[in-house]
């Protein structure tokens, strides 16, 4: 993607040698504009919105930092380099208060004023890196969400075994003191047909882990069958006791017959080794008999 350069200035003379005083194509730039006053800048913002915008502070009617506050109000994230004539104290402030990458005192020579314009690029391509790192980390999030999802039902399932997921990373340790939860939808509403599947489970999904939160609880939570879902739960620092576990549960319940388009019901089954989940399950399933 190529980007765009803005110089706003009120000196056609001084305009004319920012764009021809520096070779701006082999700092990077495909588009560079101008501007000599804050509206035409608002125009060249309207077309594309610049990725750095160098800019003259004392200028008629509005001055570079009213720019620079719609600017910022606007939440753009343009870099933007102040041009002045004066080292005004007062004006260095307020470029801070803005967020301003750079402050030029002029007259600078052409090399400084590219060397301060490669440098807020440098600032531009590093906030890249981080905003591409955070959203791979998010959809990384998301699919591990999945993925344990549906480890945790191929095991209650027997399709695969408990050793299998020991070896496989990020995947919480359920084989000590843990306990297994079938969670049953009753007592719908007819807000209820609007949900589907995919809804419910997000639903059910975000209000345990707002119950057993991950800093203190391992837990992942599996669509099992028509309204039937199974959570399996650990504490991460000791044992979780029966007694706390009902009460997480209460919470979870009050919590979906406040919000939610339906009850949930419970059934527990804990056990100290996680050998036989799928024993354990077929269990709950046929029972039903430990209702929190």
Not at 81 to 99: V, W
Request: hydrophobic letters at 40%; glycine letters at 4%.
């Amino acid at each position: 993607k190529g980007m765009k350069l803005l110089i706003v200035d009120d000196q056609l003379a001084t305009l004319t040698g920012l764009t021809q005083g520096i070779d701006w194509k082999s700092v990077g730039f495909t588009e560079i504009d101008t501007a000599q006053n804050a509206m035409e800048a608002r125009i060249s913002f309207a077309k594309g919105i610049p990725d750095v915008m160098l800019c003259d502070i004392e200028m008629p009617v509005e001055t570079g930092i009213d720019l620079c506050t719609w600017v910022r109000a606007q939440e753009y994230r343009t870099k933007i380099l102040f041009l002045t004539c004066h080292s005004d104290f007062t004006y260095a402030q307020e470029a801070i208060r803005l967020g301003v990458s750079d402050y030029i005192v002029q007259p600078a020579p052409y090399h400084r004023i590219r060397e301060k314009v490669e440098k807020a690029i440098c600032e531009i391509a590093v906030e890249s890196s981080h905003s591409k790192m955070a959203d791979l980390g998010k959809t990384y999030t998301s699919r591990q969400t999945e993925i344990h999802a549906a480890m945790l039902r191929d095991l209650l399932t027997g399709t695969i075994d408990a050793a299998t997921l020991q070896e496989l990373p990020d995947f919480p340790d359920f084989s000590h003191d843990s306990h297994l939860v079938l969670i049953q939808l009753v007592q719908q509403t007819e807000k209820m047909r609007d949900w589907n599947e995919n809804t419910l489970m997000a639903a059910l999904r975000n209000t345990i882990q707002d119950t057993f939160e991950r800093k203190t609880y391992a837990s992942v939570v599996t669509f099992m069958d028509h309204n039937i879902y199974a959570l399996a739960v650990r504490k991460l620092s000791e044992v979780l006791s029966r007694d706390e576990l009902v009460s997480r549960l209460h919470y979870l319940e009050s919590m979906f017959d406040m919000y939610m388009p339906c009850s949930l019901a419970f059934y527990v089954h804990s056990f100290s080794s996680a050998r036989e989940p799928a024993a354990a399950w077929l269990n709950l399933l046929k029972i039903q008999t430990t209702n929190v």
